[in-house]
Structures are given as C-alpha cells and as structure tokens.
C-alpha cells in the first residue's frame, strides 16, 4: 500500500467547487450574474480575413467592432427583457450584460475597406488584407 500525502488544501477546493456546483440548484439563492461571450470563428484567405461572431437576440446598433494596432475589438451590450409583474417567471436561462473580445489579427488588414453585415444573430465581418501583407510572386530573371 502507497502512502499518499494528505494535502487540507485539496480537501477545501474540493468543498468549494463542490458547493459551486450545487449553488443553483437552491430556489432561495438569488441568480449569479453571468458573464457571456459570443462564439467567434476567424479565417484567413489569400485576400483577407472573414469573422464569423454569435451575437443572437441584439441590434447591429447594440454592437461596435474596431481595429486598432492588428487588434479587433467585438463590443456589445445585449439588454435585458423588462419582466412583467403579473408573471411569475419559472426560469431564466438567458444571459445578459456587455461583453468585449479583442483578436489579435494574423496579418495587417487594410481598415478603410472592412464590411460589416448583422443577420440572423450572426455578425459577418470581412477585412481585406493590406497591400503589403499579401502574397506576391517574385518572377526571376535568368541571366
């Protein structure tokens, strides 16, 4: 038999992420507020970059992109639904609040000619490629 170093830390995380777990489930205990984060895909071609970001139940006015430095900044603020009182709310499951992602891009873009386009909960974004960052063919000459 191995003998095993007792750790009382490991026993309190234990407890801790124990009580986390199960936190929820009480009826009494008031809802945790929610940080959320809208899903992002990122792709690069040979001409440009093409971002896909989840931003469901929001107005393209409730959301701002930049860029900055090769970084692109995602900002928004998705607004909580005003609860009528003469309902009584089972579960509320819906995250709400502002969130901010910020990318840092692969390769210079050119920021005058970036296209942004809101539909159906999915923010389209398409920045093209800076002249100086796309690929060229050198053509070599034989002497």
């Keep these: 038999m191995a003998l095993v170093r007792w750790q009382p830390r490991e026993v309190f995380r ?3 992420d124990f009580d986390r777990l199960f936190e929820n489930f009480r009826s009494d205990a ?13 792709s690069e071609s040979d001409d ?6 989840e ?19 995602i900002a928004g603020e998705k607004k909580e639904e005003k609860e009528e009182k003469d309902k009584q709310v089972h579960r509320l ?9 910020s990318f840092r891009l692969p390769t210079a873009v ?7 386009s809101y ?9 093209p490629k800076a002249e100086t960052a ?3 063919q050198i053509e070599i000459k034989a002497s």
């Design 48 to 53: 440009g970059i093409a971002v896909a970001a």
């Design 110 to 116: 050119n920021a005058d000619n970036i296209s942004a």
């Design 55 to 73: 931003i469901p139940g929001m107005k393209a006015e409730d959301i701002s992109v930049s860029v900055a430095n090769g970084v692109l900044t």
């Design 30 to 42: 008031p809802a945790a507020p929610s940080t959320w984060y809208p899903s992002v895909d990122i």
């Design 134 to 136: 796309k690929t060229r």
């Design 14 to 16: 234990f407890r801790r």
């Design 93 to 101: 499951e819906r995250t709400y609040g502002s969130f901010r992602r």
């Design 119 to 127: 539909q159906d909960g999915v923010l389209h974004l398409s920045l």
